[in-house]
């Protein structure tokens, strides 16, 4: 790949940066008992942000291709201080992951992760620059409410503490990985397939605010994507009668499946039951309390792809769709999926081709992630915080299958993926102050939770070594494993601060005094 050079950002007003960020002033926020030196540095770098900001969106990462390795070097060159680690993580060497790292007062691990790729544009169809525009309180650019404006909060913060030397009072992990937006293994399946990596909790930059009203996404659905092809009988169109239309039989087996199967209500795990209502309420003033209600408590069924037929006046002989179907996390859908196959097995001509599904992921709201987010947004905005479900899923939901209790939380607009796409001077202060101010929040909530247990002290990842303390000589040593890893996974109904899905062939703890 040839050097890339960061795209520099035109500013429309010959006013400047310092005179751009006037209006989100960190100091307006509520800062209290978090460090001054931090809090300074933030303040008085108001500036650093935007910088910052312009510098990670003037970078071409449209993915595809998702070419990411300049500004991956990028951002190791202006992470390089002596208080921050860097590590780079990569299967592919276009597409690479960093992981920066901040030495904390305490063994527990807050990570803080978000994506450097972007979603394609077409810069004939934009007002402004797609690499990056700023006039006025917005900068325009494909990226920066998606969500390189909540990674450059995330850099500023890691600089924050590295060069007042505060020590946070965990340690802070910063995750910045390639290939989100079309899923792909390069990403943050890399970091935790190839690495150790295992925060105690981790917070996603994705925005999660719309219209003046915010939020901390705490669950996301799952899919199933069904590929369905119709068989018929050819025939000259002036005679429909004597074939069978394809076409009709495919659009006949999906509106079967909208009526028997989309109309039927899901069954839900109760503890999503306050999620749903929230995400009812956060989405309630712009889609209706009923259809807002009617995401979460039914599948939603989208017809994204119909292809048949090769002539107007021919009845087609096949055609094929492709159906996305969402389920609200808790719903068990291996039996959703039974449903769909003995809907669809009713109509003549019709075959399931393929399928791909994957389950909903939440935290309880009680965990102590959720509550620290849900804290952090009331220092900066005046305004309800809700705990909801997103409609779809990114990468919280690969940390939350790994056992990683994860919220996605940022502060942005809701022009992500669209044209001219801009994030505000103003979310940007408060994605710093509001990260600044999370490890705090997240160390007075782990401090709150009751019953406190023992420290878990995590191992490894790898089988080889989990093996090694499963094989011990010593059988009450075996026996504290296999009664601990039983217990783990009973602990997570109940426990709090443990409300991940910890993964007993995956993670192996012990207790210190094992």
């Known amino acids: 790949m040839d050097d890339q050079k960061p795209h520099c950002i035109r500013c429309v007003h010959p006013w400047g940066v310092g005179a751009w960020t006037e209006q989100a002033s960190v100091s307006e926020m509520n800062t209290s008992d978090l460090p001054e030196a931090v809090i300074e540095y933030l303040s008085t770098n ?44 990569e299967v592919d060497p276009k597409k690479p992951n960093l992981l920066l790292t901040l030495a904390g007062q305490t063994d527990d ?44 909060a995330m850099l500023q913060v890691a600089l924050a503490y590295a060069r007042t030397g505060v020590r946070p009072p965990m340690n ?78 495919l659009t006949g087996a999906i509106d079967q499946l909208r009526s028997d199967f989309g109309t039927c209500e899901l069954s839900v795990d109760s503890a999503m039951d306050p999620i749903i209502e929230e995400s009812v309420r956060f989405y309630s003033p712009e889609a209706g309390t009923d259809p807002a209600r009617q995401l979460y408590r039914y599948p939603t069924i ?74 952090a947004a009331e220092r900066v905005v005046e305004d309800r915080v809700y705990c909801r479900s997103a409609t779809g899923g990114g990468d919280a939901k690969s940390l939350r299958r790994e056992g990683i209790p994860t919220v996605e939380f940022g502060f942005g607009t809701q022009t992500a993926h669209s044209t001219d796409e801009y994030t505000t001077a103003t979310a940007l202060a408060r994605n710093v102050t509001a990260y600044a101010a999370l490890p705090y929040e997240y160390a007075h909530q782990l401090s709150q939770s009751w019953p406190t247990p023992p420290r878990l002290a995590r191992l490894t990842r790898s089988d080889k070594k989990a093996s090694s303390y499963l094989r011990s000589p010593q059988p009450s040593q075996r026996l504290s494993i296999r009664r601990l890893l039983y217990s783990t996974r009973n602990e997570k109904q109940t426990h709090p601060r443990y409300n991940g899905r910890l993964r007993a062939e995956s993670r192996f703890c012990v207790f210190n005094n094992c």
């Open 46 to 89: 108001r500036a650093e942000l935007s910088a910052l900001t312009e510098t990670i969106v003037g970078y071409d990462t449209q993915n595809p291709p998702g070419c990411t390795a300049d500004v991956v070097e990028w951002l190791v060159d202006i992470g390089d201080e002596p208080a921050l680690s860097a590590e780079r993580f």
């Open 302 to 375: 989208n017809l994204g792809v119909l292809e048949g037929g090769t002539a107007i006046n021919t009845v087609p002989a096949s055609a094929c769709a492709k159906v996305d179907i969402r389920l609200t996390a808790g719903v068990e859908t291996t039996e959703i999926i039974q449903s769909i196959r003995s809907c669809l097995s009713e109509t003549a001509g019709i075959k399931l081709t393929d399928m791909s599904w994957t389950c909903g992921t939440y935290e309880r709201m009680n965990s102590p992630i959720v509550k620290a987010s849900a804290s």
């Open 172 to 249: 802070l992990s910063f995750a910045f990985v390639s290939d989100e937006e079309i899923g792909g293994d390069a990403g943050m399946k890399t970091l935790l397939q190839t690495t150790e990596f295992s925060p105690d909790a981790c917070v996603v930059g994705e925005t999660t605010s719309r219209n003046d009203r915010y939020s901390v996404s705490v669950a996301d659905r799952g899919h199933i994507w069904l590929t369905i092809e119709a068989q018929g009988t050819a025939a000259h169109g002036s005679r429909p009668m004597i074939g069978e239309n394809a076409i009709d039989r």
């Open 109 to 152: 691990t807050l990570c803080f992760n978000g994506h450097i790729d972007t979603v394609p544009f077409d810069e004939s169809d934009w007002s402004y620059d797609p690499l990056g525009e700023r006039e006025e309180n917005r900068i325009y650019g494909r990226g920066t409410t998606d969500m390189k404006g909540a990674v450059a």
